[in-house]
């Protein structure tokens, strides 16, 4: 989900790409992703692939929490983070699926090697896949 109240970077990130809104949106939807390593914390998927338009620095300070299912974007990679953490990531979206169960085998939903594409959800249908986690 790309809509305003789980994607607090995506205008800055359209101004400081030179894009708008829906641009940014369609080029990380036509990034064609592969999971290149898992680290940073358990099912931290590092995405590779992200269209070069959208290559940014990490953020100037990092956030103290950025909320679970946060989309991010820095440098040359995406990544949606399966937990709150700090982070210094770009936030353009909310993914509703839950990528780390540690009681589930395997425990994390994105494993190395993985092909990733990210499908666009309104804010209604992210609440509702959100609320049956």
């Not at 790409?17 to 939807?29: A, D």
């Not at 399966?82 to 210094?88: I, W």
């Not at 990528?99 to 085998?105: A, E, G, N, R």
């Not at 994390?108 to 090697?113: D, F, N, P, V």
């Amino acid at each position: 989900c790309y809509e305003a109240p789980v994607a607090p970077d995506l205008p800055h990130v359209a101004e400081r790409c030179g894009l708008s809104v829906s641009e940014v949106i369609r080029h990380h939807l036509d990034s064609e992703f592969v999971a290149e390593v898992i680290g940073f914390m358990p099912g931290f998927a590092y995405l590779g692939g992200l269209n070069p338009a959208l290559k940014l620095p990490r953020r100037d300070s990092p956030r103290h929490k950025v909320p679970e299912g946060s989309i991010a974007i820095a440098g040359s990679q995406s990544a949606v983070y399966p937990s709150a953490t700090p982070g210094g990531w770009h936030l353009i979206g909310c993914c509703p699926l839950r990528l780390f169960s540690p009681l589930k085998d395997p425990a994390a939903l994105i494993q190395e090697g993985d092909q990733i594409r990210f499908e666009r959800i309104g804010l209604e249908v992210f609440e509702s896949l959100w609320s049956q986690r």
